[in-house]
């Protein structure tokens, strides 16, 4: 890819953005916020906390980003079921840098609608009670649902959902064997976390890796995904521009 000047990219951000004018633009975005650890090691820092600490404040300005272009939903995977094995140390600064995003996203001069998704059960008690807070402190707000997957796995959210729906049906007094006919792609569909919202459009993943790593596995079936080589802490608004004109770009098929 050809490198450009840093002082051309004004110009450049301000074409990226006429070229979307005409073409669609997904309504449900979901982000694969990764490689703070790699850019923090890559730009000469001993403590790769510091990556997780930027890569948080980049999170309200791409929020904002959707916010101006009129898109209704961001989901962020900020960490995993597999996260959660890390050393005690980088797990406790984790839960403390996404209980921060939560609160930072649900400041009163913003307008987020702050909502997390995952087996929140794992997560320690302190963040599940901050996460609670700000779900509540934003539920009246109008502006972008942003979504905060923290102690998500795929898999683990399709057998959640499974889980849900049979003792749901149970409790209907659904015999066994009439279960099957119950279990629907549309009744698992609302028992996932996050029912009621529309599917993601599109999936960016930042760090140049280039696989779902379970995320969003049941909705993510027939989105368009854009990946980039560059890591979330240096995500800039001509890569979100770049990945939003690949979207426009592709003609959607629901199917092969």
């Not at 050809?2 to 982000?31: C, G, M, V, W």
């Not at 549309?186 to 280039?210: C, F, K, M, N, W």
Request: glycine share 8%; charged share 25%.
């Amino acid at each position: 890819m050809t490198t450009i000047p840093n002082f051309l990219y004004p110009a450049y951000e301000a074409q990226l953005a006429r070229s979307l004018r005409d073409k669609p633009i997904p309504q449900h975005i979901a982000i694969m916020a990764d490689g703070n650890r790699r850019w923090a090691r890559e730009n000469g820092f001993t403590d790769v906390s510091h990556g997780h600490r930027v890569g948080a404040q980049k999170i309200a300005e791409v929020c904002n980003w959707c916010d101006e272009l009129g898109i209704e939903t961001v989901t962020l995977y900020l960490l995993s079921t597999e996260n959660l094995k890390r050393a005690s140390e980088e797990l406790d600064l984790l839960c403390t840098i996404i209980g921060d995003v939560a609160e930072e996203l649900a400041k009163d001069d913003a307008s987020f609608q702050v909502h997390a998704v995952g087996h929140l059960e794992l997560l320690p008690e302190s963040l599940t009670a901050r996460l609670r807070k700000n779900e509540e402190a934003t539920a009246g707000h109008t502006g972008v649902r942003v979504n905060i997957a923290v102690g998500y796995g795929g898999r683990q959210e399709i057998i959640d959902a499974v889980q849900e729906l049979v003792d749901e049906l149970a409790e209907q007094g659904v015999e066994s064997q009439a279960m099957a006919q119950r279990i629907t792609a549309e009744a698992l569909g609302d028992h996932l976390y996050t029912s009621g919202q529309a599917d993601p459009d599109l999936v960016i993943r930042t760090s140049g890796e280039q696989r779902l790593s379970g995320f969003l596995l049941w909705q993510s079936a027939y989105s368009e995904i854009f990946f980039t080589e560059t890591y979330w802490p240096a995500f800039r608004r001509v890569d979100f521009l770049r990945a939003l004109r690949s979207y426009g770009e592709r003609h959607r098929r629901f199917g092969l």
